[in-house]
């Protein structure tokens, strides 16, 4: 079955960086677009970044995050990852990787999520 395992979160002072991962399974993780998720406490999710299937060539950022998180994947380990730089507070979240049935020949039918890894920024 699909599994996607973050890992990376932490806690950090603002200015600060963290890289996250997300180790993908059960799936051929170079055939799908992924994506990053994040919610802050009584916000509702928010797509950060996604990355598009096969060489990545192609991403997205939100304007909150766009020059300062750096969104990649590694075919070859099937890992997505997120380098966070310049942190501040309101990057404070879950992070959430998310596996999307999207790109040519990715054999997804729904969306997939990762359990989440905690981002904690302080000033």
Known sequence: QVQLVESGGGSVQ??????????ASGYVFSRCRMAWYRQAPGKEREL?????NLSGSITTYAASVK????????????????????LKT????VYYCTALPAGS????KRDYWGQGTQVTVSS
């Open 67 to 86: 020059g300062r998180f750096t969104i990649s994947r590694d075919n070859a380990e099937n890992t997505l990852s997120l380098q966070m730089n310049s």
């Open 90 to 93: 309101e990057d404070t979240a």
């Open 48 to 52: 950060i970044s996604s990355i598009s």
């Open 105 to 108: 020949q990715c054999e997804l």
């Open 14 to 23: 603002a200015g600060g960086s963290l890289k996250l991962s997300c180790a």
